[in-house]
């Protein structure tokens, strides 16, 4: 029960209190209740805009130690991973890896919405 918009509300909220993972979950029980071919279709975009912008936080974050430590930005992401600032090397929701954009930030090719408060990230 409650107005469809709710769902989407809800994980927003959770993703720009710095919790996807519980935004993730959220979206993810809904999906297994859902019948209806266009509200299912809503559902996992929004599963895929918080997959992606949880791990660009991530990369971000650890683009952000390497730099300080080393005095200079990454080459990519596997030297993030070879440096132990990511535990292994992310992939987007549709299997493709994140790179490192020339502005120093992470990027990826798919589109998606900016669910984070206070980015100024855009795809």
């Not at 859902?34 to 559902?43: C, G, H, I, M, S």
């Not at 975009?45 to 949880?54: A, T, V």
């Not at 952000?64 to 200079?72: F, K, L, S």
Request: net charge positive; proline share 7%.
């Amino acid at each position: 029960g409650g107005p469809p918009y709710l769902q989407f509300l809800v994980s927003r909220l959770y993703t720009s209190a710095g919790d996807p993972a519980t935004a993730m979950q959220f979206i993810s029980a809904r999906l297994k209740n859902e019948e209806t071919p266009q509200v299912r279709a809503d559902l996992e975009k929004r599963l895929s805009d918080i997959w992606i912008n949880r791990d660009l936080a991530l990369i971000d974050a650890a683009i952000a130690t390497y730099t300080e430590r080393n005095r200079r930005a990454p080459k990519n992401v596997r030297t993030l991973v070879d440096a132990g600032l990511l535990a292994s090397l992310p992939h987007d929701p549709k299997g493709g890896e994140y790179r490192i954009f020339s502005d120093g930030r992470a990027g990826t090719d798919l589109p998606y919405e900016v669910l984070q408060l206070n980015k100024t990230r855009g795809g």
